[in-house]
């Protein structure tokens, strides 16, 4: 199973809570379950 960001075949993925892609490390947050694109949406929302 692949990163669908990176591309890169990487041991641990995670998927995003928020979109349901597969994420590695490297292209989000593993510890909130985010990709990188829906924690900078989120994390633009709350500081409107
Ligand atoms: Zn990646
Ligand atoms: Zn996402």
């Keep these: 199973?692949?990163?669908?960001?990176c591309g890169k075949n990487v041991d641990k993925v995670y998927i995003c809570s928020s979109c349901?892609?597969?994420?590695?490390?490297d292209?989000?947050?593993?510890e909130k379950?985010?990709?990188?694109?829906?924690e900078?949406?989120?994390?633009e929302e709350r500081e409107i």
């Design 27 to 30: 292209c989000g947050y593993p």
């Design 40 to 43: 900078a949406e989120l994390s």
């Design 20 to 25: 349901g892609l597969v994420f590695c490390k």
């Design 33 to 38: 379950k985010l990709c990188r694109e829906c």
């Design 1 to 5: 199973m692949g990163c669908e960001f």
